[in-house]
């Protein structure tokens, strides 16, 4: 290639990218992004969808920021410039205006909500008034008196916001320098003045939210199936996770389904959570408050057990997915009563329950129990000593132990799972008689604030870490009662009681791991390093995603859980890692799991001490059986998936008027045809146009 050639392209390139500069700053001019929004996605089941989505180019609308319910006239009725995307402050977010605004969805491109700083005075709850009410146990075969909450509405401020189906986008926006960009671009441009209409270039925003789903679970499912692309396009994946479990006893896991001479009290807590939007799911009074009871229970009875093993074993299950129908409940008992779980189901001896622990009144806890399964006086006479163990755990506390009236039903529980299967003695530990105590129950306000969990000023997050609230002492209590009524369920005696105290150092750090900030130094000493980026510094999300990955709370729980119940073996890293792969270990393979966590730094070193730890910590599949069984339209299992999605971001830019956009347009191909024919005209004649003399053939020199 000569120099010259070589010359053109290097300046080609260049022109190449100073182009590619410009168009980049240029988009930079125009857009601003939004970095910190959490949409409503699309979720579906055996009989509709529900949830949110944009078109496929993304939703583009004027901003208008809602200033009052009154204010909805300008949206839905008289402004000029529809389609608006509405910004809602939080106490604007209510069912009220958000079902006007989908009744107006041809004027409405979509809702942004801006999450506040601290709490709602007023409760909300977008779940129903009764949780899980066609997948419990009370139905038309087993006490229609009680089906679909006819004596109790458990979630009596339910307004079934999260599920409607909208067909636009809803974001929530983090109330931070960006909604302050935001507010100020409407007050600069949209704002009406004495209602005149706002003069353009108008502040729009548009959302990307499309999801690939539609209708329900079996044609999303069946669209899943019929893609037979070398890389297949999924539009849904079933809700689900693993379930974590793990046993006083050792018990052979490979063993499934084998009858054992001891019968097993299982102790149940729920891991999941949701909220409207998808990636924000505290859950702090309903579920967090139970898991981390039973956690900091768990810990407490590991040297009792050990020391004097009572004649039933105790088996720990936190169930995933439990706000879904009961996804994880629903697969554990499947598994026991087709021998694909390491217990059957005929070993379960009875069942303790902690359910919503977290708002004690008067400090005191109520005990809930099945007054149907109670007609047979065999359960009733166990139902009644495991209600007596929990009032004697609780002598001498400041814990109550009560309870409702024998006429009640059960609240949502897992529980009401296993009653289905078989009249199981068991009860269900809450801190509301009848109703919900929880104001925000299955919201992005079910939070930490929500359970008083305040520090003193200018802690820094390692302190806040150590500082005892008054909340994780009241837990403390709540665990300590659960532990010593665990023990004497399973057979031991009362003499040991004293010894059996749970540790609110354990309980306060939990509740901060959980609620407040997961990325902490006790957090990261209990995990392998390759877990690490599960870590962070926010509260975990207990929304239990689907099936194909683990949550943020199943994998904390299962090494938490290792760690409080399980104990420290001298071996080496790899030694550590061998250890669940010895076939020639016929004493622990299959019986302990061996993980080995990072362990705390020394003082002045960086460098952290890892250690290896033995316990018999195990995960289960918490996926419906209704995807094992394929069918899509079951009423006994939850069909709950989630749509899949490409993009999900959003950006503010000002628009002109749309008869400038017009006038551009018709510009614009003005010039382009003017292009056309001037091009043709120049070809045709450029004989003529850039002919140049020629000497004649016969010249010579």
């Known amino acids: 290639m000569d120099p010259l050639s070589n010359k053109r392209i290097v300046n080609l390139l260049l022109c190449w990218f100073f182009i590619g500069v410009s168009c980049n700053s240029v988009e930079k001019k125009i857009y601003v992004h939004l970095n910190y929004t959490v949409p409503c996605v699309r979720l579906l089941n055996a009989t509709h969808q529900i949830g949110c989505q944009s078109s496929l180019s993304g939703n583009v609308g004027v901003l208008h920021v809602l200033e009052s319910e009154e204010n909805l006239d300008w949206v839905l009725k008289t402004g000029r410039n529809p389609p608006y995307l509405v910004i809602l402050e939080s106490p604007l977010f209510t069912r009220s205006i958000m079902m006007k605004l989908k009744n107006g969805s041809g004027r409405v491109a979509g809702v942004a909500v801006v999450a506040p700083n601290s709490n709602p005075l007023e409760g909300f709850s977008p779940h129903t008034t009764c949780p899980n009410e066609n997948t419990g146990v009370y139905s038309e075969n087993y006490d229609p008196t009680m089906a679909h909450c006819n004596v109790t509405k458990w979630n009596p401020l339910g307004n079934g916001l999260a599920y409607e189906e909208f067909d636009f986008p809803i974001f929530s926006l983090k109330d931070d320098n960006e909604t302050q960009i935001i507010r100020q671009c409407y007050l600069d441009h949209n704002r009406p003045v004495n209602g005149s209409t706002p003069q353009y270039p108008l502040c729009a925003m548009q959302l990307y939210s499309h999801m690939s789903a539609v209708t329900d679970t079996a044609t999303c499912m069946r669209r899943n199936d019929i893609n037979f692309s070398i890389s297949p396009e999924m539009v849904c994946d079933p809700l689900g996770d693993y379930n974590v479990w793990a046993s006083t006893r050792p018990i052979n896991n490979t063993e499934k389904g084998h009858k054992m001479w001891e019968s097993v009290v299982i102790a149940a807590a729920r891991l999941d959570s949701r909220s409207f939007f998808f990636d924000i799911a505290p859950g702090a009074e309903s579920g967090a408050s139970g898991f981390v009871t039973l956690l900091a229970a768990a810990h407490a009875l590991r040297n009792a057990t050990q020391q004097a093993q009572p004649n039933r074993t105790i088996?720990?299950?936190?169930?995933?997915?439990?706000?879904?129908?009961?996804?994880?409940?629903?697969?554990?008992?499947?598994?026991?009563?087709n021998s694909q779980f390491a217990v059957d189901l005929d070993n379960v001896h009875s069942v303790l329950e902690i359910g919503q622990v977290g708002l004690r009144a008067d400090s005191k806890l109520w005990v809930h129990s099945d007054p149907v399964s109670r007609r047979n006086s065999s359960v009733d006479e166990e139902v009644a000593k495991l209600i007596a163990n929990l009032k004697l755990a609780a002598d001498k506390s400041n814990v109550s132990v009560n309870e409702p009236s024998s006429s009640q039903p059960l609240p949502p529980s897992s529980f009401q799972r296993f009653l289905r299967a078989r009249s199981i003695p068991g009860v269900v530990l809450e801190d509301h008689q009848s109703a919900f105590t929880?104001?925000?129950?299955?919201?992005?306000?079910?939070?930490?604030?929500?359970?008083?969990?305040?520090?003193?000023?200018?802690?820094?997050?390692?302190?806040?870490?150590?500082?005892?609230?008054e909340t994780a002492k009241a837990l403390t209590e709540v665990a300590t009662t659960v532990a010593r009524a665990l023990y004497m369920q399973a057979g031991g005696g009362e003499p040991q009681l004293s010894s059996i105290s749970a540790d609110p150092n354990i309980v306060t750090r939990l509740l901060y791991g959980f609620l407040v900030r997961s990325n902490n130094s006790w957090f990261q000493q209990l995990l392998p390093s390759d877990l690490m980026s599960q870590l962070a510094n926010r509260p975990t999300n207990l929304y239990v995603g689907v099936s194909q990955q683990f949550s943020e709370p199943t994998l904390l729980v299962q090494h938490l859980l290792a760690n409080l119940t399980g104990s420290v073996v001298n071996v080496t890293q790899d030694d550590c890692q061998n250890q669940r792969q010895d076939e020639n270990d016929k004493e622990n393979k299959h019986i302990y799991y061996y993980m080995w966590v990072q362990g705390a730094a020394p003082p002045n070193s960086t460098q952290r001490e890892g250690f290896c730890i033995r316990s018999t910590v195990r995960l289960s599949k918490a996926l419906s059986p209704a995807f094992d069984l394929r069918e899509y339209t079951s009423k006994d299992y939850s069909t709950w998936t989630e749509s899949r999605w490409k993009s999900i971001k959003g950006r503010i830019f000002l628009v002109a008027s749309h008869d400038l956009e017009m006038l551009t347009l018709g510009v614009g191909f003005a010039v382009l045809l003017t292009s056309f024919v001037l091009t043709y005209v120049i070809s045709s004649k450029a004989d003529m146009l850039f002919s140049s003399g020629r000497e004649p053939t016969t010249a010579t020199y």
């Open 315 to 337: 088996l720990y299950t936190f169930f995933q997915g439990e706000t879904f129908d009961y996804i994880g409940s629903s697969r554990m008992v499947y598994d026991m009563q």
């Open 438 to 469: 929880n104001r925000f129950y299955e919201s992005m306000y079910d939070n930490a604030e929500y359970l008083n969990m305040s520090y003193p000023p200018n802690l820094t997050p390692e302190e806040q870490l150590e500082y005892v609230t």
